[in-house]
């Protein structure tokens, strides 16, 4: 079992910034791609950001030169730093993780951070 604990979340006004971390442990073999999703009461959950264990990236359109994504391989984080704050950011982000052991895929989620982005 893999235990994925968020932190960083909170208010902040349009414009600001803030950083999100989440930390995997416990049986940590074969974590590779790590990520970060969102979800508002208006909205399915989507994919925000990921990141694979060799730096390679994706974002989401609405996201993309607002938001980055990096993680520490050794300490088994990843980051999320957030600029440019938009009102409509607001929403719960989950962190999670996938592992892959014997060919097959295990995801693993976080509890969820709460991000508010109003003035």
């Known amino acids: 079992q893999v235990q994925v604990v968020e932190s960083g979340g909170g208010l902040v006004q349009p414009g600001g910034s803030l950083r999100l971390s989440c930390a995997a442990s416990?049986?940590?073999?074969?974590?590779?791609?790590m990520g970060w999703y969102r979800q508002s009461p208006e909205k399915q959950r989507e994919v925000v950001a990921e990141i694979g264990r060799d730096g390679t990236t994706n974002y989401a359109d609405s996201v993309k030169d607002r938001f980055t994504i990096s993680r520490d391989n050794a300490k088994n984080t990843v980051y999320l730093q957030m600029n440019s704050l938009k009102p409509e950011d607001t929403a719960v982000y989950y962190c999670n993780v996938k592992a892959t052991r014997w060919r097959i895929d295990y995801y693993y989620w976080g509890q969820g951070t709460q991000v508010t982005v109003s003035s």
């Open positions: 416990g049986n940590i073999a074969g974590i590779n791609v």
